[in-house]
């Protein structure tokens, strides 16, 4: 076969195109939308497997093409170099390949929103939100499908290795049509997207739905009517604007009681998470704190497992329950009140809180 001649750029040229490249795509949900994207430099900690989900080093990134199939060239060097694959060029030199990677290393790898103002013609789903409604536009990544086509080839090429006998479909592929005549015009790679997986939906596993939303959320601890019921008490007895011996101790009681909830629901969800460790990610024996996620408050954390908690934590979960304690929203003759707490409420809360769990 023979090969393509290797194609002169100047430097600003390549870090023009480099500045360009994105992991997610405009142009491959609607071909006749501007081009644009989004290019990815984090990865969320989340049991999913997704573009979002993933390390971004390790998802191919894509061309936008905004000077259309005619500035492709430049983008297919590029990412031969990038990816080690020169086999297909010949005539380029040492020092452009190491010219390009430099390039590529420092103007494609931080996170950029290329996409402007989403355009009309794509596709858009609204979600209700706190505040009001939240507006998703979902985009396109061929860059990810190219590497999970790769990854599903290279499994199936080895199960067919392994019984000659048999022709192995491990995963349901439907073929769509992308980019119309010329499928270019929207990536280089776009030709990734037309053998889509598709799968099943999950059966609902509630038990392992529960598992997660511990390892990622934590636990609730201001759901318990004994909030309720304080902040009621609050109410009716004007302890808000008055104080004395007998009603301060019926309030410690009170806080005494939520106290002992907070960490009694904490002890359970640590319960939980133990009994139903074989489903969490990075779960290691010999360490406790892996039950949780690291990225889970440090709070929340030492309220799940109490090896991780010191006097810092005392001091941070005294004010965590303090405050969330006076942020209870309640309904009364159908309307909506706050607790209405001062500072040095909060404050006084806060100490029986923190001399409760000394």
């Known amino acids: 076969m023979a090969k393509s001649e290797w194609k002169q750029y100047t430097d600003d040229e390549y870090?023009?195109?480099?500045?360009?490249?994105?992991?997610?795509?405009?142009?491959?949900?609607n071909s006749n939308v501007e081009p644009g994207g989004v290019r990815l430099i984090h990865c969320i900690d989340l049991p999913y497997l997704a573009i979002s989900t993933c390390d971004p080093q390790g998802i191919l990134l894509e061309s936008q093409l905004k000077g259309g199939a005619a500035?492709?060239?430049?983008?297919?060097?590029?990412?031969?170099?990038?990816?080690?694959?020169l086999d297909d060029y010949?005539?380029?030199?040492?020092?452009?390949?190491?010219?390009?990677?430099?390039?590529?290393n420092l103007n494609s790898v931080s996170y950029a929103n290329l996409m402007g103002e989403p355009n009309s013609r794509l596709k858009q789903i609204i979600f209700p939100g706190v505040d009001g409604d939240v507006v998703l536009t979902p985009l396109h990544s061929s860059g990810f499908m190219t590497k999970i086509s790769k990854i599903h080839s290279e499994f199936i090429d080895a199960l067919n290795i392994k019984e000659k006998s048999k022709k192995f479909k491990v995963f349901n592929c439907v073929k769509m049509g992308y980019g119309g005549a010329n499928k270019i015009n929207i990536g280089i790679r776009s030709h990734s997207l037309c053998k889509p997986m598709y799968f099943k939906a999950p059966t609902e596993s509630n038990k392992l739905k529960k598992c997660f939303s511990l390892y990622y959320k934590g636990v609730n601890v201001f759901h318990s009517k004994l909030i309720s019921d304080y902040l009621d008490w609050l109410d009716s007895s004007g302890y808000k604007?008055?104080?004395?011996?007998?009603l301060r101790s019926i309030e410690e009681k009170f806080i005494q009681d939520i106290?002992?909830?907070?960490?009694?629901?904490?002890?359970?969800?640590?319960?939980?998470?133990?009994?139903h460790s074989?489903?969490?990610?990075?779960?290691?024996?010999?360490?406790?704190?892996?039950?949780v996620s690291d990225l889970l408050d440090f709070t929340m954390i030492g309220l799940i497992i109490p090896s991780e908690r010191n006097a810092n934590w005392r001091k941070s979960f005294s004010w965590f329950l303090a405050k969330g304690i006076s942020e209870v929203k309640r309904i009364k003759n159908n309307k909506e009140i706050n607790s209405g707490m001062q500072e040095n409420k909060?404050?006084?809360i806060r100490s029986i809180i923190e001399s409760e769990i000394l």
């Open 71 to 85: 500035s492709a060239p430049i983008f297919k060097q590029i990412f031969a170099v990038t990816e080690n694959n």
């Open 15 to 29: 870090q023009l195109a480099c500045n360009e490249l994105i992991h997610l795509s405009a142009k491959q949900v």
């Open 259 to 275: 106290t002992k909830y907070a960490l009694s629901e904490g002890l359970s969800g640590l319960n939980y998470l133990k009994e």
């Open 241 to 246: 604007n008055k104080t004395n011996l007998e």
């Open 90 to 104: 010949e005539g380029f030199s040492e020092n452009e390949i190491k010219k390009i990677k430099e390039i590529f």
């Open 278 to 291: 074989k489903y969490l990610p990075n779960y290691i024996e010999s360490k406790p704190a892996t039950l």
């Open 346 to 348: 909060i404050q006084s």
